[in-house]
């Protein structure tokens, strides 16, 4: 292992800077991109871009936030952004924000700073690599030495696919057998870091609030209990892996849907996906755990399998051309589903009836982040479940409105929910009355996100139409006054 860069004398520093472009991998520890940056550097720049594509205000949006990207998901980022400079900070450095169109901004930088060499973590998203490929083409033309390493996966997509003669697994046992046991070292951590270069004629912004962006919160009585940030995802994960028991016995199918309190599981992913936390790091911590227990299950079902999941979801997604559409996808069931606006308008404002399926659409929209069988439970109801409405447009509001959402995992759940790939078994529903009963029989999780019906029997709760007049006068909910009956978001038009 490399020693820590504490223990290497400044002054025997070459005499040249790099830059160090952050997107995701919003992180100090296992970042190897990083650490590259500052090895015998006398400057380093840690750059990041605010990309008007995913973050510019869009005020015709049907809810705050930018076309891309809502409100949670950009209160996340600023939080993890806010918090990656101050611990760049405690290292003698801090990160310089620029705006505009990141492949233009890194190049006007590339010729105003005394930069050798550009150091970025490597990502399989077809925007970045768009991106990156004209980011590297340039630096290579300049001379600039170009470092991109493979850390925001476990795995390297292609070394997978080169392994399956040149094609993605399309099974997750296969993956399994096609990857092995990974093999990484990771990164050094940091103690110091070589301070921050000449600037320039640029105009370094501080990490902006979403007032400064533009945004203006509008007042609701609840909004996500998620901060972002590496240290929160460290917190996080300290506290995940304290219960080495819940650790050891994790099955996902076994999780609850309706905890919201304590939510069922780590509820890592949204700092796995902004990389605050190193996805190797955490396969590392669990075989740790693993290593000191009895007994522990095993992928699929484990947390270790989660997280293999992500990596058979990424190594698919980079492989498959057209992977987040139904045409020109060779991989995906030609489908004729509905083009019903309306219909998809009644289930992304928890609109439909069904008080589950609204519950959960209240809480993506007020949390950003919902539990895994939630998402099934909705992706199923407006697709193949109910609506029939095709996946595409599901997965683009779940692309806006998740504050973990993340290009290959989102897509290919859809993929996967719809029964348009992977999963064929086309009759097997999640029922939007039974399934939620079956965890949540009282329906407190219902009560807290569909406050108008929190008075309602819990004999009812589920079903509140078949309630007699007199329990919904009582109740105070007069279904298809104040909140609407099953079967009136149609084509013809909603009741609301």
Known sequence: MKPPLSLLNPSMLSGSGSLMWFRKGLRVHDNPALE??????????????????????????????????????IRFLLESLADLDSSLKKLGSR?????????????????????????????????????????KNYASAAGIEVFSPVSHTIFDPADIIEKNGGRPPLSYQSFLKLA?????????????????????????????????????????????????????????????LS?????????????????????????????????????RYFYQCLKDVYKNVKRHTSPPVSLVGQLLWREFFYTVAFGTPNFD???GNKICKQIPWNDDDKLLAAWREARTGYPWIDAIMVQLRKWGWMHHLARHSVACFLTRGDLFVHWEKGRDIFER???????????????????????????????????????????NYIRHFLPILKDMPKEYIYEPWTAPLSVQTKAKCIIGRDYPKPGTCTRDGISA
């Open 95 to 135: 990160l310089l924000v620029l705006k505009g169109e990141p492949s233009e901004v890194l190049i006007r930088c590339l010729n105003e700073w005394d930069v050798r060499k550009l150091c970025f973590e490597y990502d399989t998203d077809p925007y970045y690599q768009a991106l990156d490929d004209k980011a």
């Open 401 to 443: 409105l998740l504050i973990d959402s993340d290009w290959a995992i989102n897509n290919g759940n859809w993929l996967w929910l719809s029964c348009s790939s992977f999963f064929y078994q086309y009759n097997r529903i999640y029922s939007p009355i039974s399934f939620g009963r079956k965890y949540d029989p009282n329906g």
């Open 243 to 279: 219960d080495k028991e819940w650790v050891a016995n994790f099955e996902k199918p076994k999780g609850d849907p309706s905890a919201y309190i304590k939510p069922a599981t780590t509820v890592l992913s949204p700092y796995l996906k902004f990389g605050c936390l190193s996805s």
């Open 325 to 327: 559409e139904m045409k």
């Open 180 to 240: 092995g046991e990974p093999s990484f070292s990771l990164s050094v951590e940091l103690s110091w870091m070589p301070p921050v270069g000449d600037v320039g004629r640029c105009e370094i912004l501080q990490v902006p609030t979403l007032k400064e962006l533009g945004y203006v919160e509008k007042h609701q009585d609840e909004f996500t209990p998620f901060r972002g940030g590496e240290s929160e995802a460290l917190r996080r994960l300290r506290e995940s």
């Open 36 to 73: 590259y940056a500052s090895r015998g550097s006398t400057c380093v720049y840690p750059l990041f871009v605010i990309d008007p594509h995913y973050m510019e205000l869009d005020p015709n949006a049907y809810s705050p936030g930018s076309t891309r990207a809502g409100i949670n998901r």
